[in-house]
């Protein structure tokens, strides 16, 4: 397990990038929390590998928090709930994150109605900073794939938000 110093660290550094991540697939802010601990956790739990600096670091905890994200949604939807107790329990949420009336609500829904591709590598180019080249690493597709992506994906966001 890695020492403690080095996991508040890593959280310090990229805690704000994990969390976007995070909330970016999940309206739950609860659903987002779980996210963001497991892929501490797992960065906690992975001390046999070993980074070549910040940039590698912080991509493999955003890799990370993605899959576990996607993992997350996918168990989600194997799951039965009724409609009625899911729409009962968005309406009384008080996360600021999904209230109907602001902006930045409806620019995270547009970037949770993407397909994925394009939202992962468009959220890492456009919040994170990221070049083409280095999300194609990231995201192990060829350059030319995430720049399809990056554009197909800032065409749907804006088509969604007109």
């Given at each position: 397990?890695?020492?403690?110093?080095?996991?508040?660290?890593?959280?310090?550094?990229?805690?704000?990038?994990?969390?976007?991540?995070?909330?970016?697939?999940?309206?739950?802010?609860?659903?987002?929390?779980?996210?963001?601990?497991?892929?501490?956790?797992?960065y906690?739990?992975?001390?046999?590998?070993?980074?070549?600096?910040?940039?590698?670091?912080?991509?493999?905890?955003?890799?990370?928090?993605?899959?576990?994200?996607?993992?997350?949604?996918?168990?989600?939807?194997?799951?039965?709930?009724?409609?009625?107790?899911?729409c009962?329990?968005?309406?009384?949420?008080?996360?600021?994150?999904?209230?109907?009336?602001?902006?930045?609500?409806?620019?995270?829904?547009a970037?949770?109605?993407?397909?994925?591709?394009?939202?992962?590598?468009?959220?890492?180019?456009?919040?994170?900073?990221?070049?083409?080249?280095?999300?194609?690493?990231?995201?192990?597709?060829?350059?030319?794939?995430?720049?399809?992506?990056?554009?197909?994906?800032?065409?749907?966001?804006?088509?969604?938000?007109?």
């Amino acid at each position: 397990m890695r020492e403690r110093g080095d996991i508040e660290e890593a959280m310090e550094r990229h805690g704000d990038a994990v969390w976007r991540v995070c909330v970016l697939h999940f309206r739950s802010h609860a659903d987002a929390q779980d996210a963001f601990q497991d892929a501490f956790l797992r960065y906690a739990l992975s001390d046999r590998v070993r980074f070549n600096g910040e940039e590698h670091r912080k991509a493999w905890l955003l890799r990370v928090a993605t899959n576990i994200c996607k993992d997350m949604l996918k168990a989600a939807s194997r799951r039965s709930v009724p409609l009625e107790s899911a729409c009962a329990a968005d309406m009384r949420s008080d996360d600021p994150a999904i209230q109907p009336a602001s902006f930045e609500s409806e620019v995270i829904d547009a970037m949770r109605g993407l397909d994925d591709p394009p939202r992962t590598p468009l959220y890492l180019s456009l919040y994170e900073g990221y070049t083409a080249p280095e999300i194609a690493q990231m995201v192990e597709a060829p350059v030319n794939t995430v720049y399809s992506w990056i554009a197909r994906g800032k065409k749907q966001l804006k088509e969604a938000l007109s």
